[in-house]
Structures are given as structure tokens and as C-alpha cells.
């Protein structure tokens, strides 16, 4: 067996002297390639395969960019304080004024009583996304609470809650953290009767405007609207029941 090597070796020698010197050359630098391809490390997983989708990075840059910045002033933000306001205000004719101004309006009927009516509703702004609004009144022997939140789950872009600062009928505080935009405010004067809250997460953009009024009314003073009532059956309205929630301006 040792000679069968030998002579094999030999053999081979023998093969490559009778070669041309740059044949040897090309001979030797062919199998050193192929032994380095042999050996190279595998491709990274980062790079790029032939088929591969490269359309992530580009979702994920998209995810990552920042939100745009609230103009300055803010009309969607003056309109949600001017909105709320109204809702919080008691003011006759409130549900008619909102529902003329595009706000998609109900009756929470279930939480109607004499001493306290509610509303709820949307509305679609262009850039900022769907805003929701929920306002309501409770009396009290001496006083009325009206109360008014308009709220934005995750917001198109910041919201300009600073504007609140530049506003001369308010007192309060406006704070930036790492978690987004925390406010308060109260009206002006020793006395006053509106508080509220504005704040802005960071990372979700949900957006909150809460508006809430005191005044000094006896509950005779509020209106009160009378969702409409069903029949022995449960449905239609009933027909001695002239109030209709929908158009009253009694709020």
C-alpha cells in the first residue's frame, strides 16, 4: 500500500514538471481560489438575497419618523377649546350650535334624569384624524357642573396645547416631559368657574381637552331633554311624547 502512495506521488510530479511553467501557475492559483471559496464565512443575514422584499426598512423608517409639528397658532386647537367651552357651558341651543358646526351628534338617553344629561359625537378633521366629544350637565341644589371632554385616540400630528399659554381669559401651568404635554389651566380672576386640562402623549399622540364650568344655579334653572320613549313593545317612539333630542335647543 505504502509503495501504491508512493509511486502515485510520483506520478504526479512527474505530470506537473512536464506542464509549462505558467500552466503550473494557472493550476496552483485555480485550486488556492477554490480552497478560499471553500472556506469563506457565510454571508451575513443582512445582506441583501436575490427575491428578498427590502420594503421593511422602509416601514420601519416610516414608523420611526417624528410626528409633525403643531402650526402655529393652532386653528384645530382653537377650535377645540372654543367647542368645548360651549359644551361645558349649560347655554341653551349648545347641541343645535354644535351639530350646525359638523359634529355628529346623540343623546346618551340611558343617563338622562332631572339632574343630570349627557351628549356624545364625533367629528373628521382634515390633518389631525377623528375627534371624539362627550359633554354633559349635573345640578346640584345651589350649583351647576357642566362638564365637556374632547379627546383624539392617536392624533395625526402634535397638537398646539401652547397656544393655551397666549390666552389672556387663562391662568395655569404648561409642562413638557419625557411622556409628552401635561397642562392646566383656570379661568382668570379670584373667583373663577372654568378649569382645564390639555395633554398630549408622546409615543401614541392621544390627545385630551377636558373643559369643566361651575355655576351658581338652582337646578330649576336646567333644561332637561327628554330622550325619546318606546312603546309596550320596545320600539318607536311614543306618540305623546313630543320632545325630540336631536333638534331640542334646550341645551
Known sequence: MKLF????ASLLLLSLAALPLPAVAAATTAAAAAAAAAGAAPASPDAAQPG???????????????PAAAPVPDP?????????VDGASGDKGTYQRLEDAGWDLTVD???????YQAFSGQKDFDGVGTVNITFSQEVYPTMTEGYCSISIDSAERKIG?????????????????DD?????WESSGASP??????????????????????AQKPAADLPFVQPPAQDDN???DDPGDGTDPGSSATN
Open 5 to 8: 502512495a508512493s509511486s502515485l
Open 109 to 115: 338617553g340611558d343617563t338622562q334624569t332631572p339632574f
Open 76 to 84: 384645530f386647537l382653537a377650535d377645540a377649546y372654543k367647542t368645548c
Open 180 to 184: 409628552g404635554v401635561a397642562s392646566n
Open 52 to 66: 428578498d422584499d427590502q420594503g421593511g426598512d422602509d416601514e420601519t423608517q416610516a414608523v420611526q419618523m417624528p
Open 193 to 214: 368657574t372654568t378649569f382645564i386640562q390639555a395633554d398630549q402623549h408622546k409615543t401614541d399622540l392621544y390627545f385630551l381637552l377636558d373643559v369643566t364650568t361651575l
Open 161 to 177: 396645547i401652547a397656544d393655551l399659554k397666549k390666552m389672556p381669559e387663562l391662568k395655569g401651568e404648561y409642562r413638557e416631559t
Open 234 to 236: 320596545g320600539g318607536g
